[in-house]
C-alpha cells in the first residue's frame, strides 16, 4: 500500500517554536583527557589483546586518532572502544528497494509520487586492518573478522546533506569497532533536494522512520544469508546488538520511531515498525519531536543518549529537552554542548566538541551495547569537560535557565 504525501506539519517545525526558545553561551576551549583501557572482541581466532591509551586525547576526526599500547592478556584480539591507527575503515555503498512505499516530488503542487517504491541507496562503514600511509577509507576492503558479528549503528542524516557529510563521526564509529549502516533518504538527501528545484521536501520525513527499520531488516537478513547484492554483510553485523542514532532531521526520524505514539502516513504506528528488532540503544543529535505528537517511552524501551548545544540555532536546546522529559526511563543521559553549533559537533569541524561527541557516544554505545566494560560511569566521563560539554542523567536534563534568543536558521554551520 502506497502512502500519502502528507505529513507537512513536519516541515520545519523547529521554525515554529523560535519565539519561544533559546540558549546558553559557553567557552569553546577543550581539556585533553585520557581514555580508560577498553575492549571491543574482533575476533576469535587471534591472539589476545589489551588496549590502553599512551595519548590524552580523544580523536578529532578523519585521519587522526588515538595510538595505543598493547600488550597480551588472554582473550581475542580486541578492537579499542576508541578508534585507533591500526583499525581503518571499509566502505560499501548497497540498495535497498522497499516496494511498498512511495517517493513524491516536491517541486509539484500538491506533491506528486515521484516514484511507486522506495531505493534507498545505503553506506555500510566496517573495521579493516589499517596499512601504515594507507587511505582512511578503502572502498570494498575486507572486514577484519569478528565472531558473532560486530555490533550495528544504523545512522539517519539530516535534511540536505548525506551520510558523507558526517564521515568524520561515523568513520571513528566504524574504528572503533562497530558497523555503521547510513541510508540516503529518497527526499532528504541533499542530490533529492537539488534535484526538486530546491523545494521543501521536508514532508517525506514522516515516512523515514520506516526507512530506518526497513534498512534495519534488509542488513540482518544479508548478514544472516549471503546477498549478491551486498556480499560485504554475510556474517557482518551481530542482531542482538543494534543501536539506532540520527542527527538534525535523522535525529527527528530516530525519536518518532522510538517513542511517537502516533501513525505513520501508511496509517501503521510507528511503534511497531521496528518489531522484532533487538534495539538496545537510541543516540539524538540535535534533535526533537514533531508538532502536536505524543512521546513516551513504552515498556523495556532501550537506554537514551541525547546531544545538543545550547548555542544551537537550528534545532533548539529547549524542543530538545521537550523530548527527554517525555522519555520517562532510568537510563537515559542529556549530553549538553556548551558553545558548538547544529552541524560541527559531528561534522568535525568544531574539533572541541567533536571529540567529547566522539568520546561520549562511543562509551555509550559501548556499554550500552554490552560490547565492552569502562572503569568509568557515563555521567562522570561525560562530565569531564566542563567548558565543552555537561553531562545529565536525571528526569529533567538540562535547566534551561538565562537562556539567549533562538533565530530557528539552520545551515552548515
Known amino acids: ?236 553485523v551481530n542482531p542482538s546488538h543494534i543501536a539506532l542514532a540520527g542527527q538534525s532531521d535523522g535525529a527527528n526520524a530516530v525519536a518518532t520511531l522510538a517513542y511517537n505514539q502516533g501513525l505513520d502516513p501508511q496509517g501503521v504506528s510507528y511503534a511497531s515498525l521496528d518489531s522484532g528488532l533487538n534495539i538496545q540503544a537510541i543516540l539524538i543529535l540535535s534533535g526533537q519531536e514533531a508538532p502536536a505528537q505524543t512521546y513516551a517511552a513504552p515498556a523495556g524501551s532501550p537506554p537514551l543518549l541525547m546531544v545538543q548545544s545550547v548555542q544551537d540555532q537550528c534545532n533548539s536546546i529547549r524542543s530538545a529537552v521537550t523530548l527527554y522529559r517525555d522519555v520517562h526511563r532510568d537510563n537515559k543521559w542529556f549530553l549538553e554542548l556548551q558553545t558548538a553549533h547544529h552541524l560541527p559537533p559531528y561534522d568535525g569541524i568544531d574539533k572541541p566538541a567533536f571529540r567529547v561527541v566522539v568520546g561520549t557516544t562511543v562509551h555509550f554505545l559501548a556499554t550500552t551495547l554490552q560490547v565492552a566494560k569502562l572503569s568509568m560511569s557515563l555521567l562522570n566521563y561525560g562530565n569531564r569537560t566542563p567548558t565543552v560539554a555537561q553531562m545529565f542523567n536525571n528526569q529533567a536534563g538540562p535547566s534551561l535557565t538565562n537562556l539567549p534568543p533562538f533565530t530557528g536558521v539552520c545551515g552548515l554551520t
Not at 81 to 90: D, E, H, K, L, S
Not at 106 to 129: F, K
Not at 204 to 225: C, W, Y
Open 1 to 236: 500500500m502506497n502512502e500519502s504525501p502528507h505529513g507537512h506539519a513536519w516541515r520545519r517545525w523547529r521554525f515554529a517554536s523560535a519565539l519561544n526558545v533559546a540558549v546558553i553561551p559557553w567557552v569553546a576551549t577543550f581539556a585533553p583527557h585520557a581514555i580508560e583501557p577498553t575492549q571491543l572482541v574482533a575476533s576469535v581466532n587471534q591472539p589476545p589483546v589489551s588496549i590502553s591509551s599512551t595519548r590524552t586525547t580523544i580523536p578529532t576526526g578523519l585521519n587522526t586518532t588515538t595510538a595505543a599500547t598493547r600488550t597480551k592478556t588472554g582473550g581475542a584480539h580486541a578492537v579499542p572502544a576508541v578508534p585507533t591507527r591500526t583499525v581503518a575503515v571499509g566502505i560499501v555503498r548497497c540498495t535497498f528497494i522497499d516496494s511498498t512505499r512511495s517517493v513524491f516530488d516536491y517541486a509539484t503542487t500538491p506533491p506528486s509520487v515521484r516514484s511507486s517504491h522506495r531505493t534507498l541507496l545505503t553506506e555500510i562503514r566496517y573495521p579493516i586492518s589499517a596499512v601504515t600511509g594507507g587511505p582512511n577509507e578503502t572502498p570494498g576492503a575486507a572486514p577484519l573478522a569478528r565472531g558473532g558479528g560486530y555490533p550495528v549503528i544504523v545512522f539517519a542524516h539530516g535534511y540536505d546533506v548525506s551520510p558523507d557529510t558526517y564521515a568524520a563521526l561515523l568513520d571513528d564509529w566504524a574504528r572503533a569497532g562497530f558497523v555503521v549502516v547510513a541510508p540516503f533518504f529518497p527526499d532528504e538527501k541533499f542530490s533529492a533536494v537539488t534535484a526538486q528545484n530546491g523545494a521543501d521536501t521536508e514532508g517525506d520525513l514522516a515516512n523515514e522512520p520506516g526507512d530506518v527499520a526497513f534498512v534495519t531488516r534488509q542488513v540482518l537478513q544479508s548478514s544472516n544469508h549471503a546477498s549478491p547484492s551486498c556480499p560485504v554483510l554475510h556474517g557482518l
